[in-house]
């Protein structure tokens, strides 16, 4: 993901200096989304997104070996930091999803041929505690998921939905219009997997972001498709029969963003309304740490 992402952080870097580049649509922008900035004490590069029980959303630090627990109060934001440990130093923190005692975290590192998911948990009593990664982790190798998994490309989204927890890959398979990411269903109780094809919706896009809830038997998803310019917000059924998923696109941000900001996690709040995460480092700093908080339901 790093070197996929250098030209995008080179486009976001030129258009906050106002040197090239359109820039967002700020009328449109603003009809759409509120920008929240988050103080996260020095820590950015902000990746995935999730939401406790009690309204927290949670994002992780990719190269800052921390978890953030942001309170979310209108058009303001208060993070807590939180300490990583165990996960390996050379593996960069990509996603997140709630654990039942903590934290489900997915990571890309330098090893190609597999992606891994951590489960962590509190070293203490929570409030500015550590999280500590235990057990072996989830790995899903090349063989399994059916799409080469390249050196830092791995775990791009993860979310959780009882026992289940889905991950999504950063990596395309097909090509053209016949493009497709997957994403794997592990049910952690029963030890059980079942690989899916979510069908893309643009001739480039990627999978970067994943969130998920149960709605009575059934397993509802939103997910972030980018790639430079594209910028587009998925919703599908996870479990169903279909090995290959359809999924609805519920906004285009294309014409918005027009490419000048980088959304890494994106979660659905009990009321129905989505918030992103915006991943703003490459290198350098291209610009603040922030939520995208979006002003109509988009997913019911």
């Known amino acids: 993901m790093r070197r996929a992402l250098a030209a995008v952080a080179g486009l976001a870097g030129l258009v906050a200096c106002g040197s090239r580049g359109p820039g967002i649509d700020r009328e449109r922008a603003a009809a759409t989304f509120t920008r929240v900035a988050v103080d996260t004490g020095g820590d950015h590069g902000l990746s995935g997104l999730a939401v406790d029980a009690g309204g927290t959303l949670w994002t992780v630090a990719e190269r800052g070996a921390v978890a953030l627990a942001i309170t979310l109060d209108g058009d ?40 891994r998911v951590f489960h962590l948990t509190w070293a203490g009593a929570r409030q500015g505690d550590a999280l500590v990664a235990t057990g072996a982790p989830i790995e899903l190798r090349q063989a399994e998921v059916g799409v080469d998994i390249g050196a830092n490309h791995g775990a ?58 149960r709605d009575g038997a059934r397993t509802w998803a939103v997910a972030v498709e980018r790639h430079f310019a594209v910028t587009r917000l998925l919703r599908f059924e996870l479990g169903g ?42 290198r350098t700093i291209t610009g603040p740490d922030e939520l995208l908080v979006f002003a109509a339901p988009l997913a019911r």
């Open 76 to 115: 303001r934001a208060t993070a807590v930091r939180h300490p990583v440990r165990g996960v390996p130093a050379d593996e960069d923190l990509e996603a997140v999803a709630i654990a039942a005692d903590g934290l489900w975290v997915g990571t890309e590192g330098r090893e190609r041929g597999v992606a």
């Open 156 to 213: 791009e989204g993860v979310c959780s939905a009882g026992d289940v927890v889905a991950i999504a890959l950063e990596t395309a398979g097909g090509s053209g219009a016949a493009r497709w990411a997957p994403v794997v269903s592990v049910d952690v109780a029963r030890g059980t997997r079942r690989v899916q094809r979510v069908a893309l919706t643009t001739t480039t896009g990627k999978l970067s972001a994943l969130d998920c809830w």
């Open 241 to 282: 029969a279909d090995a290959t998923i359809t999924p609805e696109v519920l906004l285009d941000l294309g014409p918005i963003l027009r490419g000048s900001l980088n959304l890494e996690g994106l979660v659905r709040l009990p009321d129905g309304r989505l918030v992103a995460v915006v991943d703003n480092q490459y």
